[in-house]
T-cell receptor, first 111, second 114 residues
């Protein structure tokens, strides 16, 4: 079983709509969860981190964490063409003290 | 403050040559990570430093790859006898502490092996 799984996409969303990106993980001991955005040819940049069950909002972005179901999601409201990128989910593997990145979901916002 | 820096930004080398890639982490960050990303692929973990020690070298693909970190700061990734399959972007990241902390990435070094 892969430790961090994401749908590779591409996920196409109309401009102005809500984009929903999902990630599942296998280590029940994981404590820290991150969403990174990576534009083509650029390095990943942090969008949000989340550590507790529930929702965390930052501007147009909302991260949702459900430890019981072992999934974390990222919602992007009022999607803009500039949101078109690959979104990487990262989860810390507590027992190994390491971060595992998912392979990323390509998001395409349709103008 | 300054972010993570990497040099060179681009490196073109001939098959069989050795290359050194450098990473300068954010000041005060104790943890440093090296990743490799081939075109259109995800991040491939290579090695992790906590201070000058490397508790996890599990991602190094072969004994041609080595890395060191001195003074708890700058790190060098060395690839000996480069092969064409080594062509990729090599990314460095640093974090304040361990895996529970946010990693901040450098701009990467694009390595091309001819």
């Amino acid at each position: 079983q892969k430790e961090v799984e994401q749908n590779s996409g591409p996920l196409s969303v109309p401009e102005g709509a809500i984009a929903s990106l999902n990630c599942t993980y296998s280590d029940r001991g994981s404590q820290s969860f991150f969403w990174y955005r990576q534009y083509s040819g650029k390095s990943p940049e942090l969008i949000m981190s989340i550590y507790s069950n529930g929702d965390k909002e930052d501007g147009r972005f909302t991260a949702q964490l459900n430890k019981a179901s072992q999934y974390v999601s990222l919602l992007i409201r009022d999607s803009q063409p500039s949101d078109s990128a690959t979104y990487l989910c990262a989860v810390n593997i507590w027992r190994d003290d390491k971060i595992i990145f998912g392979k990323g979901t390509r998001l395409h916002i349709l103008p | 403050g300054a972010g993570v820096s990497q040099s060179p930004s681009n490196k073109v080398t001939e098959k069989g040559k050795d290359v050194e890639l450098r990473c300068d982490p954010i000041s005060g960050h104790t943890a440093l990570y090296w990743y490799r990303q081939s075109l259109g692929q995800g991040l491939e973990f290579l090695i992790y430093f906590q201070g000058n020690s490397a508790p996890d070298k599990s991602g190094l693909p072969s004994d041609r790859f080595s890395a060191e970190r001195t003074g708890g700061s700058v790190s060098t990734l060395t690839i000996q006898r480069t092969q064409q399959e080594d062509s990729a972007v090599y990314l460095c990241a640093s974090s304040v502490g361990g895996s529970a902390d946010t990693q901040y990435f450098g701009p990467g070094t694009r390595l091309t092996v001819l």
